[in-house]
């Protein structure tokens, strides 16, 4: 028999477990699921991360994507008190509505032991960058640890796991709209479940499954922004002045040639870079441990190009993938890595010129030449962004500068919704990266939150 739930989640990351938690908390006695197609946090292993694997062995289920805790297990925990990045819940909430909900989150964080230090906007850096037309997010930010972030998340799973039903390896298919019927695969065969209150919670690795369902199920969709780009690795201290200060440079450069946006995001402080499958095509991130024993000699940061594509072109996440998968392709199934001065001299960098280089590789990338993949636009303005950024963080122009790619961020097509309940689905709510809203664990923290208010509002009722 299907077994019956007041509310189930599908997808156990942060949007997901902090929809439950919220719930629970103010409904001791809802009977809620947490569907999680992934294996339990604690089995989640990376053969790349425990070092077993040079290269990404394209497992079935990607570890770093998926399981409980969701894609951000294995991240940095970089946790932003903003609105200004991470995410377009305000384009939903008032700003006051959205910080509250992400401090209400981060206390919830803290009480499972997570960090209370914060690093603090600092507005003398952002004048340094507006004297070189560069333009800096202001923002709190914790660094919560790839390691301690890992601690928090099992230890809030483990005590939602006491309230309520947790299944892994349980992969959802479909949902009926209308019977609010899940169907999921677990252990090979089909099963169901029904819920009064269903919220698709399926983050970035959802994204093609979620957009697939609404398609079928008449649910306008909107997506047209894609961001490409490179996994940037130099030296710790070429960006300590701006890392002591502010732990994240969150920096933007509009493009004198083509007055395009490109970003510097994702920083990582002594950090590693990585690989990331994002449905079966390799791409680049970066991650930071807090433990002293487990930093390195280099900084990361994504520098990523922003295209926002206009009538007729609907596809910014089938664009991205090509040129990934480009990569790949150049690469034999892996990213590619290139000495800043061999791309400007036009030249590839092989195995000779890498081991030549004084900033040494965190990750076990090829060597090659990312103008044999990248689009020239998008090039361009990297390269133009660069030199910029050079002018306050003197350095990250060497010649020794790594490049990754390629590192690309798209977003998740977004559902017609109201309130975050899907257009013409009663009761079926979106929330998260997989809706196309959040792009950060503290906005897709504070959405699940917000989503939990919503529908306890609604039983109260
Ligand atoms: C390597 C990496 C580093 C990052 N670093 C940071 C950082 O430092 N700071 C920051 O703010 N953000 C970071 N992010 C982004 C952050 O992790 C996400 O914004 C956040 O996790 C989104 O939460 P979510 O709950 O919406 O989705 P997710 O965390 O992606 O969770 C969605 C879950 O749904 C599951 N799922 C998908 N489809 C199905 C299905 N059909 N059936 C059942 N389950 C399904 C997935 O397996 C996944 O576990 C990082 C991401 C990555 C990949």
Same mark, same amino acid.
Request: with cysteine; net charge neutral; charged share 25%.
């Given at each position: 028999?299907?077994?019956?739930?007041?509310?189930?989640?599908?997808?156990?990351?942060?949007?997901?477990?902090?929809?439950?938690?919220?719930?629970?908390?103010?409904?001791?006695?809802?009977?809620? @699921?947490?569907?999680?197609?992934?294996?339990?946090?604690?089995?989640?292993? @990376?053969?790349?991360?425990?070092?077993?694997?040079?290269?990404?062995?394209? @497992?079935?289920?990607?570890?770093?994507?998926?399981?409980?805790?969701?894609?951000?297990?294995?991240?940095?925990?970089?946790?932003?008190?903003?609105?200004?990045?991470?995410?377009?819940?305000?384009?939903?909430?008032?700003?006051?509505?959205?910080?509250?909900?992400?401090?209400?989150?981060?206390?919830?964080?803290?009480?499972? #032991?997570?960090?209370?230090?914060?690093?603090?906007?600092?507005?003398?850096?952002?004048?340094?960058?507006?004297?070189?037309?560069?333009?800096?997010?202001?923002?709190?930010?914790?660094?919560?640890?790839?390691?301690?972030?890992?601690?928090?998340?099992?230890?809030?799973?483990?005590?939602?796991?006491?309230?309520?039903?947790?299944? %892994?390896?349980?992969?959802?298919?479909?949902?009926?709209?209308?019977?609010?019927?899940?169907?999921? %695969?677990?252990?090979?065969?089909?099963?169901?479940?029904?819920?009064?209150?269903?919220? &698709?919670?399926?983050?970035?690795?959802?994204?093609?499954?979620?957009?697939?369902?609404?398609?079928?199920?008449?649910?306008?969709?909107?997506?047209?922004?894609?961001?490409?780009?490179?996994?940037?690795?130099?030296?710790?201290?070429?960006?300590?002045?701006?890392?002591?200060?502010?732990?994240?440079?969150?920096?933007?450069?509009?493009?004198?040639?083509?007055?395009?946006?490109?970003?510097?995001?994702? &920083?990582?402080?002594?950090?590693?870079?990585?690989?990331?499958?994002?449905? #079966?095509?390799?791409?680049?991130?970066?991650?930071?441990?807090?433990?002293?024993?487990?930093?390195?000699?280099?900084?990361?940061?994504?520098?990523?190009? %922003?295209?926002?594509?206009?009538?007729? &072109?609907?596809?910014?996440?089938?664009?991205?993938?090509?040129?990934?998968?480009?990569?790949?392709?150049?690469?034999?199934?892996?990213?590619?890595?290139?000495?800043?001065?061999?791309?400007?001299?036009?030249?590839?960098?092989?195995?000779?010129?890498?081991?030549?280089?004084?900033?040494?590789?965190?990750?076990?990338?090829?060597?090659?030449?990312?103008?044999? @993949?990248?689009?020239?636009?998008?090039?361009?303005?990297?390269?133009?962004?660069?030199?910029?950024?050079?002018?306050?963080?003197?350095?990250?122009?060497?010649?020794?500068?790594?490049?990754?790619?390629?590192?690309?961020?798209?977003?998740?097509?977004?559902?017609?919704?109201?309130?975050?309940?899907?257009?013409?689905?009663?009761?079926?709510?979106?929330?998260?990266?997989?809706?196309?809203?959040?792009?950060?664990?503290?906005?897709?923290?504070?959405?699940?939150?917000?989503?939990?208010?919503?529908?306890?509002?609604?039983?109260?009722?």
């Amino acid at each position: 028999m299907a077994k019956k739930y007041d509310v189930a989640i599908i997808g156990g990351g942060i949007g997901g477990l902090m929809t439950a938690y919220r719930l629970l908390e103010r409904n001791p006695d809802l009977s809620v @699921c947490i569907l999680e197609k992934g294996p339990p946090l604690t089995k989640r292993y @990376c053969p790349v991360i425990a070092k077993k694997a040079d290269g990404c062995l394209s @497992c079935t289920s990607c570890s770093i994507m998926e399981g409980m805790a969701g894609a951000g297990a294995f991240s940095d925990g970089k946790y932003v008190i903003s609105t200004e990045y991470g995410g377009w819940l305000t384009e939903f909430l008032k700003p006051e509505t959205v910080i509250r909900y992400i401090e209400e989150a981060d206390k919830i964080m803290v009480s499972f #032991g997570a960090t209370t230090e914060r690093f603090m906007p600092d507005n003398e850096l952002k004048k340094l960058c507006i004297m070189h037309d560069l333009h800096m997010h202001q923002a709190q930010v914790k660094h919560l640890g790839t390691d301690s972030n890992f601690e928090t998340m099992r230890k809030l799973i483990d005590s939602l796991g006491q309230k309520c039903e947790i299944v %892994t390896g349980a992969c959802v298919t479909d949902v009926d709209r209308e019977k609010h019927e899940i169907i999921y %695969t677990e252990k090979q065969a089909e099963k169901t479940a029904s819920a009064e209150r269903i919220v &698709f919670a399926v983050g970035r690795a959802g994204n093609s499954f979620f957009s697939k369902w609404c398609m079928k199920n008449s649910v306008p969709l909107q997506n047209k922004q894609v961001d490409i780009g490179v996994r940037v690795e130099l030296p710790a201290m070429v960006w300590e002045d701006f890392s002591k200060r502010i732990y994240e440079p969150k920096i933007w450069y509009r493009s004198k040639r083509y007055g395009d946006i490109t970003r510097m995001f994702c &920083f990582n402080e002594r950090g590693n870079v990585v690989m990331e499958n994002a449905d #079966g095509v390799m791409t680049v991130n970066g991650h930071a441990y807090r433990d002293e024993a487990r930093k390195t000699e280099n900084s990361n940061f994504a520098l990523l190009s %922003t295209t926002n594509f206009t009538q007729p &072109f609907k596809a910014p996440v089938d664009y991205a993938r090509e040129v990934a998968s480009l990569a790949n392709l150049i690469s034999g199934g892996s990213v590619l890595v290139q000495r800043f001065g061999d791309l400007i001299n036009g030249r590839r960098t092989d195995e000779k010129r890498l081991k030549a280089s004084t900033t040494r590789p965190t990750l076990h990338a090829v060597p090659g030449d990312l103008s044999l @993949c990248m689009p020239k636009r998008q090039l361009d303005n990297i390269i133009e962004t660069l030199y910029a950024l050079n002018e306050i963080a003197p350095g990250t122009s060497n010649h020794d500068t790594l490049l990754y790619g390629v590192e690309c961020k798209y977003y998740s097509a977004r559902p017609k919704c109201e309130d975050f309940v899907i257009d013409g689905c009663s009761e079926i709510y979106a929330i998260g990266d997989g809706a196309g809203v959040t792009r950060s664990l503290s906005q897709a923290a504070a959405n699940g939150l917000y989503v939990a208010d919503q529908i306890s509002e609604k039983l109260q009722k």
